[in-house]
């Protein structure tokens, strides 16, 4: 419940298609989504019927997609790869496009993180130290936060010096347990494929 307001402020963010009630498993919303679920091509539309028929449940997949966007640049699947069309809901199309319409914020390209420096006492960062065009540059923020991925976060914390110890500490930063970057997670993506001879589906 505590979680659950910035879930639904997420979704409407990245433009999230869906429809409440359809599965029974579902957490609690306390706001629709914002756009109706991405509509069913006639094979999957007779697909829900039968499986309905059954008694089960089929419930519409919620796609972060603005489809008229999408469908623009023609009949393409839905896959796990970047639309340069724009369509895609991700972190570029969706969060940083937002944030870039604000005149106090600015993007650095081309930008390789060298390791982040600690205040004397150790508790927070106090400037980040990066590589732009072969230049060794300095940022001091007021806050700083690490997002650059599993692996390369890890990274980072471990080029970075650990309070007290010179630059390439032994363990590198917030790793007193020595843990940061030995615990990865595959994350297992599934899919059920039923191929039906009698039928041909033309959706794409």
Known sequence: DEFEPWYSKAEQLFRVRGALGEDPTEPFHSVPYAFKPVPDEAPIARARAELKGLGLHPASLPLGVDIETWLKEGRTGWDAFPNTGQGKMDAQTAPLAAALTDPNIKLET??????????????????????????????????????????????????????GNGKGGDKGLANRSDQVGRNFMNHNSSAMLAIDPRRRNDAV
């Not at 982040?116 to 106090?126: F, H, M, Q, V």
């Not at 590589?131 to 599993?150: D, F, M, Y």
């Open 110 to 163: 081309g930008a390789y993180v060298e390791y982040l420096e600690t205040a004397p006492d150790g508790k927070s960062i106090s400037a980040i130290h990066y590589r732009q065009n072969g230049e060794l540059k300095k940022l001091s923020p007021k806050l700083v936060i690490l997002s650059a991925g599993a692996v390369n976060s890890a990274v980072i914390l471990l080029r970075s010096p650990s309070p």
